[in-house]
Structures are given as structure tokens and as C-alpha cells.
């Protein structure tokens, strides 16, 4: 069974920062893609960013030039830097896998960030 679970979420101020990260329970090489969602009250889930398991990244035009995705194999973990965060950051971050070998996608249980004005 694979598990990932995010931490470091919580309450900043607008123009703080924070780090999330997402530990697996398993080799994040075994994923193809791993990736950062959330889902602010009364929205859908979004994507945020995600990286590839070469390094290639893509983001979200709203969080462009504020987030940067990373990993480290090492330690079977990805992160999530959020800069300049405004209010409108304000959601549960959730971390996704795609398992290179079945296509199955692994979700998190979710982390809350709140932004306050």
C-alpha cells in the first residue's frame, strides 16, 4: 500500500511563507509524476504544480514565480515553497502520485493552509 502524507501547513500572514512537504511510504521513484492540488471552500480541486520523475515542473499561472516545487529522492519526499502568499491561497494542499507502474493515482489526506489578510 502506498501512503503520502503532507505536513506543514497552518496559519501565516498575507506575504509570509511556508514549506509543505509530502513524505511516501514509498520510493518516489516509483512515481511518474507527483504533484500539489488544493481546494479552497465551495471550489473544485486544482492543480498547483507538479514535477516529473526527470525534474520537469509546471505550475499554476496564479502561483507562477511565488511556488516552487521540488523533491528529494533520499528522503521519498516532495515539497511545496510558497512565498508571497496571499489570501487567496487560502485551501487544503493535497499531494498526488501517479505510480509509473499501474497508472494509479495516491492521494494525501490533505494539509490546511490559511493566508490571513
Known amino acids: 500500500q502506498v501512503q503520502l502524507v503532507e505536513s506543514g501547513g497552518g496559519l501565516v500572514q498575507a506575504g509570509g511563507s511556508l514549506r509543505l512537504s509530502c513524505a511516501a511510504s514509498?520510493?518516489?521513484?516509483?512515481?511518474?509524476?507527483m504533484g500539489w492540488y488544493r481546494q479552497a471552500p465551495g471550489k473544485q480541486r486544482e492543480l498547483v504544480a507538479a514535477?516529473?520523475?526527470?525534474?520537469?515542473?509546471n505550475y499554476a499561472d496564479s502561483v507562477k514565480g511565488r511556488f516552487t516545487i521540488s523533491r528529494d529522492n533520499a528522503k521519498n519526499t516532495i515539497y511545496l515553497q510558497m512565498n508571497s502568499l496571499k489570501p487567496e491561497d487560502t485551501a487544503v494542499y493535497y499531494c498526488?502520485?501517479?505510480?509509473?507502474?499501474?497508472?494509479?493515482?495516491?492521494w494525501g489526506k490533505g494539509t490546511l493552509v490559511t493566508v490571513s489578510s
Open positions: 514535477i516529473t520523475s526527470g525534474g520537469s515542473t
Open positions: 514509498r520510493s518516489i521513484d516509483n512515481f511518474n509524476t
Open positions: 498526488k502520485g501517479t505510480w509509473r507502474w499501474s497508472g494509479m493515482d495516491y
